[in-house]
């Protein structure tokens, strides 16, 4: 019986590692811009605002974390940073009240010459290993 249960947990588990991916809701959140470039020389860091605005009330008063992250990712992903990782979920509804957007200001501070790319990802915590993106912008600087 042992035995069984064990066979039957680990096929379970394998089941979940095989089958959960991360997720894309579009249509929660509309950024703008939806993608940044950051000319600069290294040394002179340049920050630019990314205004969120919510597409979908509904989906958002359905969701039980009290916060959405947002994160950077990517090759270069150390050469930019960003204001806020964890954004109130009381504080994204109350903006659709009050039609204000939801500020994220990025920072591109190069620490060598070239071309950097990476990814704002703003999405829900990961629960069981599936996380669940609500909006990306691209992120490119140039650094001479």
């Known amino acids: 019986m042992k035995t069984l249960l064990k066979t039957m947990l680990l096929v379970f588990a394998m089941t979940i590692a ?8 579009a249509g929660v959140l509309q950024p703008d811009p939806e993608t940044l470039n950051f000319p600069t020389a290294i040394g002179h860091p340049v920050t630019q605002t990314v205004e969120f605005s ?5 989906f958002l008063s359905r969701v039980t974390s009290p916060v ?3 994160k950077i990712a990517g090759t270069n992903a150390n050469q930019f940073s960003i204001d806020a990782n964890n954004i109130s979920v009381v504080d994204v509804l109350a903006s659709v009240v009050n039609g204000n957007p939801i500020d994220i200001e990025v920072t591109y501070n190069p620490t060598a010459k070239g071309t950097h790319y990476a990814t704002l990802i ?3 915590p990961d629960i069981l290993g599936i996380g669940v993106t609500l909006a990306t912008v691209e992120l490119t600087g140039v650094a001479h």
């Open 54 to 58: 919510v597409l979908n009330q509904d």
């Open 68 to 70: 959405i992250e947002a």
């Open 18 to 25: 095989t089958t959960t991916q991360a997720q894309t809701v």
């Open 122 to 124: 703003v999405k829900l």
